[in-house]
């Protein structure tokens, strides 16, 4: 199921040099806050919240931290190849290198759990995942998280 509704070009990041699960965080909140023109210390915070409750490290590589933010506009994803894969505290005990912050209006509802399962069964698919770590450049892997097969053969 193709992520065009959740996550713009400008929001995918091919290859962001982070060296730990916190810095990871920081980084996504800091790019996520000037899209979304917020302050990334909250975002930080909503996702820190979340990671508190259980690691958001869905395994085979990937994470999904997510939260809900007050008074957003509507669901906003952002997309990052890590240059190098990171220990995110995932269920399965592997590095992460491919992650997907979700981000959803406080009162969003089963619109975020939706939006989270979607983006969960993408980045579960084997195909996906590996064209997404073979991709180097923004406009290739953002067609790949659309679905536009144009860019899949990147």
Same mark, same amino acid.
């Given at each position: 199921? $193709?992520?065009?509704?959740?996550? @713009?070009? &400008?929001?995918?990041? $091919?290859?962001? %040099?982070? @060296?730990?699960?916190? *810095?990871?965080? *920081? #980084?996504?909140?800091?790019?996520?806050?000037?899209?979304?023109?917020?302050?990334?210390? #909250?975002? !930080? #915070?909503?996702?820190?919240?979340?990671?508190?409750?259980?690691?958001?490290?869905?395994?085979?590589?990937?994470?999904?931290?997510?939260?809900?933010?007050?008074?957003?506009?509507?669901?906003?994803?952002? !997309?990052?190849?890590?240059?190098?894969?990171?220990? !995110?505290? @995932?269920?399965?005990?592997? $590095?992460?290198? =491919?992650?997907? =912050?979700?981000? @959803? $209006? #406080?009162?969003?509802?089963?619109?975020?759990?939706?939006?989270?399962?979607?983006?969960? %069964?993408?980045?579960?698919?084997?195909?996906?995942? *590996?064209? =997404?770590?073979?991709? %180097?450049?923004?406009?290739?892997?953002?067609?790949?998280?659309?679905?536009?097969?144009? &860019?899949?053969?990147?």
């Amino acid at each position: 199921m $193709p992520l065009n509704d959740l996550v @713009a070009l &400008s929001a995918v990041f $091919p290859a962001l %040099r982070v @060296a730990s699960k916190k *810095q990871a965080l *920081q #980084e996504l909140a800091a790019r996520a806050g000037e899209l979304i023109k917020r302050d990334e210390r #909250e975002i !930080f #915070e909503t996702l820190n919240q979340r990671e508190r409750l259980g690691s958001t490290g869905v395994g085979n590589g990937i994470a999904i931290p997510h939260g809900k933010l007050p008074k957003l506009d509507g669901l906003f994803g952002l !997309f990052a190849r890590l240059e190098k894969p990171i220990d !995110f505290e @995932a269920l399965d005990g592997e $590095p992460v290198d =491919l992650v997907f =912050l979700l981000l @959803a $209006p #406080e009162a969003a509802g089963a619109d975020h759990l939706k939006a989270l399962a979607r983006v969960a %069964r993408l980045l579960r698919d084997p195909a996906v995942a *590996q064209k =997404l770590r073979a991709s %180097r450049d923004a406009a290739a892997i953002h067609g790949i998280l659309i679905g536009n097969t144009a &860019s899949d053969a990147a």
